[in-house]
């Protein structure tokens, strides 16, 4: 079975500032799919970001960027210059492909942003 | 569009009564899924729909009974909850089930079970 551990339950950093968020899992395929996923306190979830593990480039959607290590199987997530709207709850989360979408969760990293 | 919308948002019921919670989508996705999240933890996968036809049920008591009468729509039917059965009931859904495809989330039912 895979797991995916969040190391760090609550982080705060100031506006404009860059923090970083990590995030390992297990597992024995080799062919997988990660993903960060932002669960704002009015609780939608919101897809940040998402890799292929076949793909060596690391992802990136504006402010946000993965550093995918996949010998070292982590898979961290930086967010530059932070804003007040990234005050969040954030899931680090892993699939395996033709396992029909079956999608499973870190714990969870509380992110509070200060002005 | 890649909306995914939730009825109803709250969600009351004692243990003896039935009600059924509701999701739709309509950009064509093919996978629809329940997740259950408690207070400050991450989503469980509760059942996974491909091509409107059940194919994960994670072992979730049989008070709870998912429906898929259409691509469009999900329903879970609630029948003699706990307490313990109150929390976040998440919906999503994806493009193809037989792929690792993004999965986009409703805005959930809060759930609560007196």
């Known amino acids: 079975a895979q797991t995916v551990t969040q190391s760090q339950p609550e982080m705060s950093v100031q506006e404009a500032e860059t923090v970083t968020l990590s995030c390992t899992y297990d597992?024995?395929?080799?062919?997988?799919?990660l993903f960060w996923y932002k669960q704002p306190p009015s609780r939608q979830m919101i897809l940040v970001i998402r890799?292929?593990?076949?793909?060596?480039q690391n992802a990136t959607e504006n402010r946000f960027s993965v550093n995918f290590q996949k010998a070292a199987k982590s898979f961290s997530l930086k967010i530059s210059d932070s804003q007040l709207g990234d005050t969040a709850m954030y899931f680090c989360?892993?699939?395996?492909?033709?396992?029909?979408?079956?999608?499973?969760f870190g714990a969870g990293t509380r992110l509070t942003v200060k002005p | 569009d890649t909306e995914v919308t939730q009825t109803p948002k709250h969600l009351v019921m004692g243990m003896t009564n039935k009600k059924s919670l509701k999701c739709e989508q309509h950009?064509?996705?093919?996978?629809m899924y329940w997740y259950k999240q408690k207070a400050k933890k991450p989503p469980e996968l509760m059942f996974v729909?491909?091509?409107?036809?059940?194919?994960i049920n994670e072992s979730v008591p049989s008070r709870f009974s998912p429906e898929c009468p259409n691509s469009s729509l999900l329903n879970l039917h609630l029948h003699a909850l706990q307490p313990e059965d109150s929390a976040l009931y998440l919906c999503?859904?994806?493009?193809?089930?037989?792929?690792?495809?993004?999965?986009?989330f409703g805005p959930g039912t809060r759930l609560t079970v007196l």
């Open positions: 890799q292929e593990a076949y793909k060596q």
């Open positions: 999503a859904s994806s493009q193809d089930p037989s792929w690792a495809d993004t999965q986009y």
């Open positions: 989360a892993f699939m395996k492909p033709y396992n029909n979408n079956d999608m499973r």
């Open positions: 729909y491909s091509y409107e036809k059940l194919s």
């Open positions: 950009m064509g996705h093919r996978a």
């Open positions: 597992t024995s395929e080799n062919n997988y799919y």
